[in-house]
């Protein structure tokens, strides 16, 4: 859970090896961070679940991180890509419906 001010704002997860991930080597994690508050965006919240997620990682002695982000977040995508991480090829077969069209999910790596 991330919190801000004491109130839960949204929720990070860590899992190493996850079965989603699109590469199989070892010593890989998926993150996923979900900021759902509004007030929470904008503010350093994300970077401060970020390095925390990372600074886990490797401690854990993962070598590499992947995560998935909407087609249509670019907003998320920005703040991946101002942390170090790189579009994988896109993943066509997760993709799922919003705002009357479907969106890809994309993924997204980087080596610690």
Not at 30 to 57: C, D, F
């Amino acid at each position: 859970m991330i919190l801000l001010d004491g109130t839960p704002v949204g929720e990070m997860s860590l899992y190493v090896n996850a079965a989603h991930a699109v590469s199989k080597l070892a010593n890989t994690a998926w993150i996923s961070i979900v900021i759902g508050e509004a007030r929470a965006r904008g503010v350093g919240v994300g970077r401060a679940a970020m390095e925390n997620l990372e600074t886990r990682a490797r401690q854990m002695g993962v070598e590499r991180i992947e995560l998935g982000v909407f087609e249509h977040n670019l907003r998320a995508r920005s703040f991946y890509e101002k942390n170090g991480y790189v579009l994988l090829p896109e993943v066509k077969k997760h993709v799922f419906w919003w705002d009357g069209r479907l969106w890809d999910d994309l993924r997204m790596a980087k080596k610690l």
